[in-house]
């Protein structure tokens, strides 16, 4: 009976492990359409935490809170942050940014 204890136990540890890095994957992907659909370079992004969290409208899912670095210039880089419940994107927080400026005239 301890076996199975522990294969169920190891089991959920693997999934764990999997999963966080599918939600690490999709994080990856939401940041970088964020900052296409932004003008944005996307530079790197970084987990802050995960958490196990429920909510009468979501149910049980996972909270997670991911750093997100970024350029508006191409010179400097600025910190935002992303929330995702599950593996979809919640919010996203951006500090005020420069932009680039040069305007081109195709006239």
């Known amino acids: ?7 169920l136990t190891v089991f959920l540890v693997l999934w764990y492990f999997v999963y966080l890095r599918k ?4 994080a990856r992907k939401q940041a970088s359409n964020y900052c296409k659909k932004e003008n944005l370079q996307f530079i790197a992004i970084a987990r802050r935490s995960s958490r196990l969290r429920f909510n009468k409208q979501l149910g049980i899912y996972w909270l997670s809170v991911f750093d997100a670095e970024f ?5 400097s880089s600025f910190q935002g942050v992303m929330i995702l419940h ?3 994107l919640a919010d996203v927080q951006l500090p005020a940014y420069r ?5 081109i005239d195709l006239h």
């Open 71 to 75: 350029s508006g210039d191409g010179e």
């Open 1 to 7: 009976m301890e076996n199975i204890y522990i294969l």
């Open 99 to 103: 932009i680039n400026n040069n305007i």
């Open 86 to 88: 599950g593996l979809r």
């Open 23 to 26: 939600i690490a994957e999709a």
